[in-house]
């Protein structure tokens, strides 16, 4: 149905046709394969088949055409993919799209690799071109993925609604776009009573710059390094060897940094719980850095009545924190502040740091954090910008010296940088030891 609707062959007017043959060959599909679907989409009242007059002796010619009243609801409908729409029209075009594992060995290509056994044309996936599964597979991501390819709020639920996959093949699927750089990284969802929702779905970090989309590089990407002598814990770190030292039975060897009543109300939580709210932190401190860029240096832990908002919107107060007279506990007044204090240390950080950079301008950017989930402590922190500010390369690397001197290094693409880099500053995840073997 996505391929149908953007083909060229279509034009999204009513009375324009296509043909299953034509559909099949952008697809790189077997045509009965296509037939097949359009056969499901007809019994589903969303496209119409149309079969005109046999002339001569011949079968007379089946095309098919979005219905009619789907074409006068999508127009009366704001377009849910406006952040990606020439990504989405390159994956379901007639575009090849390479799909080599990062890191794997090349193998060498027997000219029998393209076709089967029964000698007829491989599927793509076969000559290491992205299938037809895979493409669906990252649409749907792609389709709610936000400016900077964030996918959040997406069930595997919904995923495998979206896509008609199982969650076995839609397990193996998105480790395979994270094994061919799709996908940056993800972190996996939790279930706790702390969050408003209660469970929170898995949030993916998908790579618009990816060479198999043949398009532009989108947006800019900056990365800080710092030496081993300067590594130190940020303030999540801080807050995670916290609880655990009030989990344990032997007393502290610091003195804690973090409110008691904010470790009572995180110490039973698991890591992958800490993880999903250090991504809910890090996307109230983007919104931070895109906001007060130039002020927040000056503003210390700054006033921000939205940002407490923010906070309180993912996360739930214990029971028996109400307070009185619709007035909150001032327990809970102090864990909310808390979290604000540590948005704003994180924001700060990444002001000082990336400020560093003081050729570049940020005044006219939004900026997202990328969370580098390889290194420990704050050594390496990476930024995503939109759009690109002129003074900036597509990716740069900010190295700092045991002096605090800036060694910058531009790169005109992603793919320009060396692997094992882009693997550690958070740009993109080691495939599984699976893929890897193929």
Known sequence: MEAAARSSSVGGCEGEYFRSKLLAKQLHMVEGTVTSALGELVGAGVVERLESAATGKGRPTISYQIAPQLLALMAAQQCSHAFH????????????????????????????????????PAPPGARSRLNICNRLLLGALLANADQFGVVVGLSNLKLRQLTGLDSESLSHRLQRLRGLGLIRSYVPGATSSIFRTKKVNSTYFLNLNHPGYGLGEVGAILVHWLPQSKVRSDAFDVLWRDVLAFRSPLPPLNRPETPKTVLHFLAHERRAVFDVLRLMLYRCASELLSRHWFDLTRDGEGHYDWLRDRIEAYLQPPAGYSGVDGESDPAWREILSHF???????????????????????????????????????????????????????????????????????????????????????????????????
């Open 340 to 438: 604000c204090k540590l948005v704003v240390e994180i924001a700060q950080a990444h002001r000082a740091r990336f400020g560093m950079a003081n050729w570049i301008g940020f005044d006219l950017v939004q900026l997202c954090i990328l969370p580098v989930l390889q290194s420990e402590g704050d050594e390496v922190i990476a930024l995503l910008m939109q759009p690109r500010p002129i003074e900036a390369s597509i990716c740069t690397i900010l190295r700092e010296s045991s002096r605090g001197d800036l060694m910058p290094e531009n790169w005109g693409a992603e793919t320009e940088v060396p692997l094992d880099y882009r693997l550690y500053c958070g740009l993109l995840t080691l495939p599984a030891r699976r893929l890897l073997k193929r």
């Open 85 to 120: 729409s020439e990504h989405l029209q390159r994956l379901f075009s007639e575009a090849d799209i390479p799909a080599e594992i990062l890191g794997a060995q090349p193998k060498p290509r027997k000219e029998r690799a393209i076709v089967t056994k029964h000698g007829k």
